[in-house]
């Protein structure tokens, strides 16, 4: 790891997302493959143990851990998939995704399913991410979607767990963390699983 306070600075999140990315851009594309199939092998069986109905996955963009892998590795028989899908500048809500279906073209370069998809609210959430640190602060793209998203299914009576997939270069000393800032239950990189649901008690 990369330790952004070494120098007893503390860093604002625009600069470690800045570190973190160029650490991420800067994989290659084979090393990017590999790690992601590690990252994916370690989640799955997190994913089976909690028997959920839906999951929210995401198609990787730029440098990202590629978390459709997950599909091929969870259960098939038992388990559902969604996607994110962005509404509005502040909004993601979830459609159902089935491998093969027909994508189009959503917000920020993702590729979402089509309208028609139903709604889904997922018991779990895998989440992309910039960067996180080991106390199971997660730092986004800055735009706060998956916060609201994960507020929002919260007051409505569920408690999706969230599961972090990201790349061990992706971690940082410390996040800052503000009061509408989600935790994580668990970070898995290609090297080790991070378990935080001790942190939640």
Request: hydrophobic share 45%.
């Amino acid at each position: 790891m990369t330790d952004p306070d070494a120098a007893g600075k503390t860093m604002d999140k625009a600069e470690l997302r800045r570190m973190a990315l160029a650490r991420r851009n800067a994989l290659d594309d084979a090393r990017r493959a590999a790690d992601s199939r590690l990252i994916a092998a370690a989640a799955a069986p997190i994913l089976n143990s909690l028997s959920p109905e839906m999951i929210s996955l995401y198609l990787p963009i730029g440098s990202e851990c590629d978390a459709e892998l997950l599909m091929g590795m969870a259960d098939p028989s038992d388990i559902n998939f969604g996607l994110p899908v962005v509404v509005d500048d502040r909004t993601i809500v979830f459609h159902l995704y089935r491998k093969g279906d027909r994508l189009v073209a959503g917000g920020f370069g993702t590729r979402v399913p089509e309208v028609s998809a139903p709604l889904v609210y997922p018991d779990v959430i895998v989440i992309p991410m910039v960067a996180f640190d080991r106390r199971g602060a997660r730092l986004g793209y800055g735009r706060g979607h998956y916060d609201r998203a994960i507020t929002r299914l919260r007051r409505a009576g569920l408690d999706p767990k969230l599961l972090g997939i990201a790349f061990s270069i992706q971690e940082v000393a410390r996040i800052p963390v503000e009061a509408h800032d989600v935790h994580l239950d668990w970070v898995v990189t290609e090297k080790e699983t991070l378990d935080f649901r001790a942190n939640k008690d």
